[in-house]
Structures are given as C-alpha cells and as structure tokens.
Antibody, heavy 117, light 112 residues
Framework: EVELVESGGGLVQPGGSLRLSCAASGFSLIGYWMHWVRQVPGKGLVWVSYINGDGSSIIYAESVKGRFTISRDNAENTVYLQMNTLRAEDTAVYFC??????????WGRGTTVTVSS | DVVMTQSPLSLPVTLGQPASISCRSSQSLVHSDGNIYLNWFQQRPGQSPRRLIYKVSNRDSGVPDRFSGSGSGTDFTLEISRVEAEDVGAYYCMQGTHWPNTFGQGTKLEIK
C-alpha cells in the first residue's frame, strides 16, 4: 500500500526548532516531487515547500523562506522539513504529499506542530 | 502569487441533488507546456485531503464518476451530480501551474 507517514511534530517555544520527517512506503520516492502543506485546525490548506526528484530544485512559500529547509534522502525513502526560528503562526498540522501532474496525489496523515511558550 | 477564489464558501445541499463549486484564478493557469494544472481536493472531517481531479477534468483513481471538473483559462468548476452523505467536507481548488502553488479558501459542503 502506498503510504506517507509524517513524524517529528510537537510543542516548541517561539524561536525554537523542529525537524519533521515524511517516510514513504509502498513506493520509491525516487523521481517524485514532494511537497509540504500545512493547515491550521479549522482553516484552509497552505502550501509550504516543494522539492524535486533529486533535490536540485527547491521552492518555499514566502512566509517560511530563510527559516525552513526541505531535503530528501532517497536511499532512506524520506523527506524532511527542518523548521528553525519558529513562530506562533507556524502552529499547524503539517502534511507531506507526493506530486503527480503538478498536484498532490498521495497525502500523509499529518503531524501537529504547536509553537507556544 | 496567483490568488484562487472559490465560491460559495458554504454549500448546503439536499441528498441526491447536484452541487457545483466555482474556482477563479487571478491569472491564467495555462502552463508553458500547454497544460492547465488545476486540481480539486476533498477533505472529509478529521481526514487528510484527497485529490479528486487533476489537470482540470481528470479523475484520480477510485474517485466516483459523480465528480467532474471543467473549465479553462481562469474559471473552473467542480460538479457533483448527486450528492451523497459521504461527500460532506471541505473542497479546495489548487493551482500547480505557477510557483508558489496556491489553494482556494475552501468550500464547506453540508447536507441540508
């Protein structure tokens, strides 16, 4: 079964850091673009970042540029999101998703990040 | 950034009746490769999003044929021919043509 499982979320103080992981199973990440999308509970979906198949192309939303870093380890079949200098407004559920035809065809269940003192 | 505007934001529908959601983009979604990368997602309460439609009108595997997408340029529509109870949730359009990718605000479908 094709699956994405996010982990690494939690409670962190403003200014702190977290590293999210997205482990793929049932398929190889090689060649697939991958995205991170976040959602404040009760609110809409917001695209965060993308990485292409070999990591040579990366784009970030303006709101996280310079603070978040997306990366991938195709050998480990995992995508990461390093989040630094976290702010209260980064509080959300973070989903990783596989890209197919420039849209997300497989989604994980999400991991919750709470930034609060 | 491309702004995606959905309407309505709330959609009460009687079971068995049709439903329609509009999505307008602030600029053309025609990519330089000639494709239009407009997607529709469904998010049931408490669940992750699920893609229904890609490239305007193509249904993803396993999506019932009561869901259909149409449109061109900057105006797009998701239609449900006969709403069922399991269709309750939020629906989002999303453009993948331009960076950053952007989502509409979401439309909440409920049963009357």
């Amino acid at each position: 079964e094709v699956e994405l499982v996010e982990s690494g979320g939690g409670l962190v103080q403003p200014g702190g850091s977290l590293r999210l992981s997205c482990a793929a199973s049932g398929f190889s990440l090689i060649g697939y673009w991958m995205h991170w999308v976040r959602q404040v509970p009760g609110k809409g979906l917001v695209w965060v970042s993308y990485i292409n198949g070999d990591g040579s192309s990366i784009i970030y939303a303006e709101s996280v540029k310079g603070r978040f870093t997306i990366s991938r380890d195709n050998a480990e079949n995992t995508v990461y999101l390093q989040m630094n200098t976290l702010r209260a407004e980064d509080t959300a559920v973070y989903f990783c998703a596989r890209d197919k035809f420039r849209g997300m065809d497989v989604w994980g269940r999400g991991t919750t990040v709470t930034v609060s003192s | 950034d491309v702004v995606m505007t959905q309407s309505p934001l709330s959609l009460p529908v009687t079971l068995g009746q049709p439903a329609s959601i509009s999505c307008r983009s602030s600029q053309s979604l025609v990519h330089s490769d000639g494709n239009i990368y407009l997607n529709w997602f469904q998010q049931r309460p408490g669940q992750s999003p699920r893609r229904l439609i890609y490239k305007v009108s193509n249904r993803d595997s396993g999506v019932p044929d009561r869901f259909s997408g149409s449109g061109s340029g900057t105006d797009f529509t998701l239609e449900i021919s006969r709403v069922e109870a399991e269709d309750v949730g939020a629906y989002y359009c999303m453009q993948g043509t331009h960076w950053p990718n952007t989502f509409g605000q979401g439309t909440k479908l409920e049963i009357k």
